[in-house]
């Protein structure tokens, strides 16, 4: 299943921040939102995967 992956900023209070985003493909024709998804899928909804999103996957320290 596709996801989004969110890269996040960690401040020094531990307060954390997403600051960009990226679609990741899972490259399978039952996924709605992947490139090799057929295009005029019926009951899309009930047969494909949905979009997930992720958590912050990758992390940033902000060193002041
Ligand atoms: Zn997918
Ligand atoms: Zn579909």
Request: aromatic residues 8%.
């Amino acid at each position: 299943m596709c996801y989004r992956e969110l890269q996040c900023i960690e401040y020094s209070c531990g307060h954390k921040e997403p600051f960009t985003e990226s679609k990741v493909d899972c490259n399978s024709s039952r996924c709605r939102y992947s490139a090799q998804h057929v295009r005029g899928c019926l009951a899309c909804s009930s047969t494909c995967s949905q979009m997930s999103v992720g958590q912050c996957s990758i992390q940033f320290e902000e060193l002041n």
